[in-house]
């Protein structure tokens, strides 16, 4: 079972394979160079999530994760509320209320299995529905069976207030 030796852009375009086919590069930013027999790679985009988001509001964003190297990524994806919390109003809060707004965050899917070269985009979606103003934080771990980075941490931003209005003169 031989393995070629493959390159990546960020975005999970193949940019060089040596080995069977032969592609010559191509340019673009590498995201992966070194591949091992069917080990598999995470890689992952964005690094960090900041969103803003009005009271009572939602939005949504992406999280791409892809598979580099030769072997079949497995992970899935766990969210870890941080105790940090800053309200505009005060910034003293208690556990209690960290424990009643651990749902503000949520991905889909949460788990897969992808073959090499390929890219899974997981849903991310912000909920500030029923929050107070403030600032939330979260980390999106992805645990995959990728031997030299087996765990990814993701630290989430969420500020919940009023949107800014645009005047037009």
Known sequence: DECSYVIYDLYGNLIFEDGIGGVEPTGGEIGIAYCD????????????????????????DFLNIHCGGCG???????????????????????????????????LDP???????????????????????????????????NDQSNPEVIIPVTMIVGEPLQHFAF
């Open 72 to 106: 079949t990524l497995e992970w899935n994806i766990e969210v870890a509320y941080l105790e940090k919390y800053a309200n505009t109003k005060s910034l003293c809060k208690t556990n209690l209320l960290n424990k009643l707004t651990e749902n503000w965050l949520t």
């Open 37 to 60: 027999s069917h080990i598999p790679i995470i890689e992952y985009n964005p690094t960090s999530f900041t969103q803003s988001v009005a009271i009572n509001g939602t939005t949504q």
């Open 110 to 144: 949460l788990q897969g299995n992808l073959p090499p070269g390929n890219t899974e985009v997981v849903n991310v979606f912000f909920n500030a529905e029923d929050l107070e103003e403030g600032i939330y934080y979260a980390n999106i771990i992805i645990l995959s």
